[in-house]
Protein backbone atom coordinates (compact mmCIF):
# COMPACT_ATOMS: atom_id res chain seq x y z
CA UNK A 1 0.00 0.00 0.00
CA UNK A 2 1.68 3.05 -0.60
CA UNK A 3 1.63 6.26 2.03
CA UNK A 4 -0.22 8.86 -0.43
CA UNK A 5 -3.15 6.02 -0.67
CA UNK A 6 -3.29 6.27 3.69
CA UNK A 7 -2.90 10.04 3.16
CA UNK A 8 -5.75 10.20 1.09
CA UNK A 9 -7.97 8.17 3.62
CA UNK A 10 -6.81 9.88 6.80
CA UNK A 11 -8.40 13.11 5.45
CA UNK A 12 -12.07 11.10 4.45
CA UNK A 13 -14.61 11.61 7.72
CA UNK A 14 -15.60 7.92 7.19
CA UNK A 15 -12.00 6.97 7.62
CA UNK A 16 -11.40 9.25 10.49
CA UNK A 17 -15.12 8.22 12.44
CA UNK A 18 -14.04 4.38 12.16
CA UNK A 19 -10.72 5.32 13.55
CA UNK A 20 -12.33 6.71 16.72
CA UNK A 21 -14.67 4.52 16.83
CA UNK A 22 -11.79 1.55 17.20
CA UNK A 23 -10.02 3.94 19.93
CA UNK A 24 -13.37 4.37 21.91
CA UNK A 25 -13.61 0.90 21.75
CA UNK A 26 -10.52 0.08 22.73
CA UNK A 27 -10.40 2.58 25.36
CA UNK A 28 -13.70 1.56 27.04
CA UNK A 29 -12.87 -2.16 27.05
CA UNK A 30 -9.28 -0.91 28.51
CA UNK A 31 -11.61 0.79 31.47
CA UNK A 32 -13.94 -2.22 31.99
CA UNK A 33 -10.85 -4.46 32.69
CA UNK A 34 -9.05 -1.53 35.18
CA UNK A 35 -12.89 -1.03 36.86
CA UNK A 36 -12.66 -5.01 37.34
CA UNK A 37 -8.87 -5.13 38.56
CA UNK A 38 -9.53 -2.16 41.53
CA UNK A 39 -12.48 -3.94 42.41
CA UNK A 40 -10.33 -7.12 42.62
CA UNK A 41 -7.62 -5.28 44.40
CA UNK A 42 -10.04 -3.85 46.71
CA UNK A 43 -11.39 -7.18 47.60
CA UNK A 44 -7.51 -8.20 48.79
CA UNK A 45 -6.70 -4.70 50.80
CA UNK A 46 -10.03 -5.34 52.79
CA UNK A 47 -9.26 -9.20 53.17
CA UNK A 48 -5.54 -7.91 54.91
CA UNK A 49 -7.44 -5.17 57.32
CA UNK A 50 -9.39 -8.28 58.84
CA UNK A 51 -6.38 -10.35 59.26
CA UNK A 52 -6.19 -11.24 63.12
CA UNK A 53 -2.66 -12.81 63.21
CA UNK A 54 -0.13 -9.54 62.27
CA UNK A 55 -0.93 -6.13 63.60
CA UNK A 56 1.45 -5.41 60.68
CA UNK A 57 -0.63 -6.54 57.14
CA UNK A 58 -3.46 -4.68 58.84
CA UNK A 59 -1.42 -1.51 59.07
CA UNK A 60 -0.06 -1.96 56.01
CA UNK A 61 -3.29 -2.62 54.45
CA UNK A 62 -4.88 0.37 56.19
CA UNK A 63 -1.90 2.85 55.08
CA UNK A 64 -2.94 1.44 51.31
CA UNK A 65 -6.79 2.90 51.41
CA UNK A 66 -5.16 5.98 52.84
CA UNK A 67 -2.82 6.28 49.97
CA UNK A 68 -5.45 4.99 47.40
CA UNK A 69 -8.00 7.05 48.85
CA UNK A 70 -6.01 10.69 48.13
CA UNK A 71 -7.00 11.72 52.03
CA UNK A 72 -3.95 12.76 53.08
CA UNK A 73 -3.15 15.04 50.11
CA UNK A 74 -6.81 16.54 50.63
CA UNK A 75 -5.98 17.40 53.97
CA UNK A 76 -2.77 18.56 53.95
CA UNK A 77 -4.05 21.04 51.27
CA UNK A 78 -6.94 22.32 53.53
CA UNK A 79 -4.53 23.06 56.54
CA UNK A 80 -4.20 26.80 57.38
CA UNK A 81 -0.47 27.48 58.46
CA UNK A 82 -0.53 28.30 62.14
CA UNK A 83 0.32 31.83 63.24
CA UNK A 84 2.51 32.23 66.03
CA UNK A 85 2.08 33.48 69.11
CA UNK A 86 4.74 36.37 70.25
CA UNK A 87 5.56 33.81 72.87
CA UNK A 88 7.15 31.56 69.64
CA UNK A 89 4.31 29.22 70.90
CA UNK A 90 1.34 28.32 68.42
CA UNK A 91 -0.71 29.18 70.96
CA UNK A 92 -1.78 25.58 71.77
CA UNK A 93 -1.27 24.76 75.40
Do not use: C, F
Not at 7 to 29: F, Q, V
Not at 43 to 61: F, N, S, W
Amino acid sequence: MRQETVSRWRKLPAYRAAIEGHLADSHNATAGRMADLVERALDVIEEQMDYRYDRRIKLRAAIAVLQLSGLGRAMAARQVPRASSPTGNSGID
